[in-house]
């Protein structure tokens, strides 16, 4: 599997599917369920059968959105685009199960702490779909892209700018990035990196300190940067070093792919693939007439309507993503590039924060209705990163009492009609927005609400209704007046660092949480101190606790990601450690025909 993120991305569409029954509708009033343990899943499926030669793959994309197309890794932001890049899009380095760097990629690294570098040196015969092969301009490139103000990036970021020179070029004072060094030219296969600091985290995917990825000077140099994200050799016709090429784009439903000859690993097995989106409602269907040969995206809450279909192999793992709860408490400053904390905004007031997360039911949620693939989410770093760092911290369990006694001691106090004013003994609306998905968005998102009521708050839904999901996060990251509270999730990096989702300068910031204290633990997490392992995930675990009090964001579950995959389908994984995700290089059939196998 690439790397997901430097950052961590948005995701998902059907995140908040749930059946159409409402869990609110019980009358307990603090949380009973015993723990909600995860349904576990192989991650590959080992078929002995002979692969024939070529042969077609076909790929569903559950969304009931068409996805926007962006093909560049310097400038996505959601899953799905990261999902249809899957096949041609590559990680320049390899790693473990663990995110730890290896060198088997196409690319190697080697660290300098006295020097403060990391020199990155391309294989031989790392070459684009195009056969131009892969330079030491298309690394530096990639920085140009992401720090350039013209492309407005969101992945520009206070981690990258521990780069030598990366600030001054965002800002237009310096023409080129003065950090990023060509000991060997621009048609060389090395640069350097100039660090202002040595972080604990470069063994690691991930990590955010540097990219993992490069992109093509040579053919796209002639665009303009405000114009990159838009052009036809991005949403079109873009390159890639991957096993496959994109052949053909039919915008915002479908991608196709074909073999890339000069993959540097050697030729791929299949002839073509071909995604396509799918929505919700007509998944199950199509599987159950084995339509497609693997599914990304499986909507959890039918579970039990697809996990035993005939012909299929679940595979799955521990995700890296996680649903939650954020609160918005300021505005994104693009003159200063950072978030400013408003402590007067409607949600400032940490009481009401934490009120909320203790009203809902998470435990019954996940048990109930997710056929064990969720479990109820305690912290903001999900246990996948090991015990280590995840805190052993109970999170936001439902308790009622809890939460009314929380909302009456910082003043909130109910009215005769039972919902509450504010501490200034104003009428108090909060609004809250959630993503459509399937069905049963709407019956969860008034389960929530529902559940608010019971602690005497008054919320409604931002437009009245779930929605679509890229209008929903056009509202997020622009701090629509009209949210107050939201409801998404999102797919985080492969190193634990939250410093990218939650400081002062991540854009990924959508809560617009800031404080000194919070600077500080985040600080702590990727600083100095933090070389010594033992102290960073103390660091970690500090902050989640911190985090967990001030309930900023509120995480609501943990999730299993599963594929289901035709047993046709032979050297399939899912294990982090692949090459690329699905492990496309050496993906192959065992006959011509999606038919039952």
């Not at 915008?251 to 000859?261: E, H, I």
Request: hydrophobic share 35%; with cysteine; proline share 4%.
């Amino acid at each position: 599997m690439k790397k997901r993120s430097v950052l961590g991305m948005i995701t998902l569409a059907t995140a908040l599917s749930i059946t159409l029954v409402a869990c609110g509708s019980k009358s307990s009033d603090s949380s009973s369920s015993t723990a909600n343990k995860a349904v576990k899943f192989p991650v590959s499926y080992n078929n002995t059968a002979k692969a024939v030669k070529g042969g077609n793959v076909n790929v569903a994309v559950v969304d009931d959105s068409p996805f926007k197309g962006v093909f560049n890794e310097e400038l996505y932001t959601d899953q799905y685009d990261y999902d249809y890049m899957g096949p041609a899009s590559e990680s320049l380095f390899a790693y473990n199960s663990k995110f730890k760097f290896n060198n088997n990629g196409a690319a190697t690294l080697k660290q300098d702490n006295n020097a403060k570098t990391i020199t990155i040196t391309i294989k031989p015969n790392v070459k684009w779909s195009d056969g131009q092969p892969v330079v030491a301009r298309d690394l530096v490139y990639a920085y140009e892209i992401m720090a350039n103000k013209g492309t407005k990036s969101q992945r520009y970021t206070e981690s990258l700018q521990n780069i030598e020179g990366l600030t001054e070029y965002h800002d237009g004072k310096a023409d080129s990035i003065s950090g990023l060094t060509m000991p060997k030219g621009d048609n060389g296969n090395t640069m350097v990196i100039h660090f202002k600091q040595m972080k604990p985290s470069f063994n690691t995917s991930g990590n955010g300190y540097f990219l993992e990825n490069a992109a093509p000077y040579h053919y796209l140099h002639d665009i303009a940067f405000n114009k990159l994200e838009s052009s036809d050799k991005v949403r079109k016709q873009p390159l890639f070093f991957g096993p496959y090429k994109i052949s053909k784009v039919v915008a915002g439903q479908s991608v196709q792919y074909t073999p890339n000859k000069y993959y540097w690993r050697g030729a791929p097995k299949l002839d073509k693939i071909t995604f396509e989106n799918v929505s919700s409602a007509s998944i199950t269907s199509a599987l159950k007439n084995h339509k497609y040969d693997v599914v990304y995206g499986m909507p959890a809450d039918s579970y039990n309507e697809w996990k035993n279909i005939s012909g299929y192999k679940n595979l799955g793992h521990q995700s890296l993503a996680y649903n939650y709860l954020g609160f918005k408490l300021g505005k994104w400053d693009n003159s200063k590039n950072e978030n400013v904390y408003n402590p007067k905004a409607k949600m400032a007031n940490k009481s009401l924060r934490q009120a909320m997360g203790y009203a809902l039911n998470n435990d019954e949620v996940a048990a109930k209705f997710y056929n064990g693939t969720r479990t109820r989410a305690t912290t903001l770093i999900p246990p996948v990163f090991g015990k280590d760092v995840h805190a052993n911290i109970n999170g936001y369990d439902l308790n009622i009492k809890k939460a009314n006694s929380l909302l009456d001691k910082a003043g909130y106090k109910k009215g005769k009609d039972g919902y509450r004013t504010d501490p200034n003994g104003k009428k108090l609306t909060i609004h809250f927005a959630t993503m459509a998905g399937g069905s049963t968005a709407q019956p969860l998102a008034q389960d929530y609400i529902q559940q608010w009521k019971k602690i005497g708050l008054r919320v409604k839904l931002t437009t009245g209704r779930p929605i679509e999901f890229n209008s929903f996060y056009d509202k997020i990251q622009n701090d629509d007046k009209n949210v107050d509270v939201y409801a998404a999730a999102w797919s985080l990096s492969s190193d634990p660092s939250p410093m990218d989702l939650f400081s002062q300068k991540a854009p990924f910031n959508y809560t617009r949480f800031v404080s000194k204290k919070n600077t500080e633990l985040l600080n702590n997490i990727d600083g100095q101190k933090a070389m010594d392992p033992a102290y960073r995930a103390k660091a970690l675990i500090a902050w989640q606790k911190y985090a967990n009090d001030e309930a900023f964001a509120i995480p609501t579950l943990y999730r299993e990601e599963i594929f289901p995959v035709n047993k046709r389908v032979k050297n399939a994984s899912v294990d982090y450690a692949s090459a690329n995700y699905l492990n496309w290089a050496k993906l192959a059939v065992t006959s011509n025909s999606t038919a039952k196998n």
